[in-house]
T-cell receptor
């Protein structure tokens, strides 16, 4: 069974500052993938960043980067130079193997202060 | 390229009724997954279809069912609706290469309210 835990329900960051969102996971699979999704008020889930477990290098997408600690089963998201448009709910998710099933964390609501 | 399209966007039903939700995946995507999102339970996997076959199923009662057509469009059906079925239902499509877990693209969801 797979579990994904996001222990912080809410976070706030000042515009232009950096914020880190935490996520831990558990799985017995050796081949798995980790994702961060953003869900703005429109409710559309948008992929922010993806990390393959077999890759040691942390994924980066523009202002978004992850800190993937495989041994600790930790997968945090760092948002640099926060913008007002980053305000949303962020979900950490895990997928494994050949199927497309995703296991999601409870999510964290990020607010950005102008 | 058109995204994932879910219809209808909003739906109000009465307890005991049944409902059918539709999802059109991105062109070329053969996998369609369904998720239920509620404030209390978060996002929970319902089922996944690939090439008209159910490949994976979550822990939901038999009232929840689905199917996929030859053009990859998918429908999910909920029979004998209960108040607790009120939720946002999200559909996701992916290319799903064998042995790979590829990116899932989500639709905007169908907001179901059961009264």
């Amino acid at each position: 069974a797979q579990t994904v835990t996001q222990s912080q329900p809410e976070m706030s960051v000042q515009e232009a500052e950096t914020v880190t969102l935490s996520c831990t996971y558990d799985t017995s699979e050796s081949d798995y993938y980790l994702f961060w999704y953003k869900q703005p008020p429109s409710r559309q889930m948008i992929l922010v960043i993806r990390q393959e477990a077999y890759k040691q290098q942390n994924a980066t997408e523009n202002r978004f980067s992850v800190n993937f600690q495989k041994a600790a089963k930790s997968f945090s998201l760092k948002i640099s130079d926060s913008q007002l448009g980053d305000a949303a709910m962020y979900f950490c998710a895990q997928g494994a193997g050949a199927n497309s099933k995703l296991t999601f964390g409870k999510g964290i609501t990020l607010s950005v202060r102008p | 390229k058109a995204g994932v399209t879910q219809t209808p966007r909003y739906l109000i039903k009465t307890r005991g009724q049944q409902v059918t939700l539709s999802c059109s995946p991105i062109s070329g995507h053969r996998s369609v997954s369904w998720y239920q999102q509620t404030p209390g339970q978060g996002l929970q996997f319902l089922f996944e279809y690939f090439s008209e076959t159910q490949r994976n199923k979550g822990n939901f009662p038999g009232r929840f069912s689905g199917r996929q057509f030859s053009n990859s469009r998918s429908e999910m059906n909920v029979s004998t609706l209960e108040l607790g079925d009120s939720a946002l239902y999200l559909c996701a499509s992916s290319l799903t290469l064998t042995g790979k877990n590829t990116e899932a693209f989500f639709g905007q969801g169908t907001r179901l309210t059961v009264v």
